[in-house]
Nanobody, 129 residues
Framework: QVQLVESGGGSVQTGGSLILSCTAS????????MAWFRQAPGKEREGVAV????????SYVDSVKGRFTISQDTAKNTLYLQMNSLKPEDTAMYYC??????????????????????WGQGTQVTVSS
């Protein structure tokens, strides 16, 4: 049974930092991609960052470029999101996702949620001004 378990969310002030972690288990083969998405109240889910497993190709939504870094430790089956210079508009539930098909490797679909079949339960990030 595939499981994605996020941790590391919390409340910080503007300019603060957080590191989110996502531990994956149950995959019979390595996912093509792992990603972080977020959803704020009243807004659609948004792709934040994606990493292609093995090859390491990275993509970020423009609003987090230069502030967030996605990485993975394949030995630990863990995905990370280092978030620096946090802003109130980063407040959202953050979800880890895994893609077991190659659609996510297409540059047009790397941050599109329908390319990802498996999702974690989410971890809340709140940034206060």
């Amino acid at each position: 049974q595939v499981q994605l378990v996020e941790s590391g969310g919390g409340s910080v002030q503007t300019g603060g930092s957080l590191i989110l972690s996502c531990t994956a288990s149950g995959f019979r083969a390595s996912p093509y991609c792992m990603a972080w998405f977020r959803q704020a109240p009243g807004k659609e889910r948004e792709g934040v960052a994606v990493i292609r497993t093995g090859g390491g190709r990275l993509s970020y939504v423009d609003s987090v470029k230069g502030r967030f870094t996605i990485s993975q430790d394949t030995a630990k089956n863990t995905l990370y999101l280092q978030m620096n210079s946090l802003k109130p508009e980063d407040t959202a539930m953050y979800y880890c996702a895994a893609a077991t098909g190659p659609l996510c490797t297409n540059g047009n679909y790397g941050l599109v949620d329908f390319a990802f079949a498996f999702w974690g339960q989410g971890t809340q990030v709140t940034v206060s001004s």
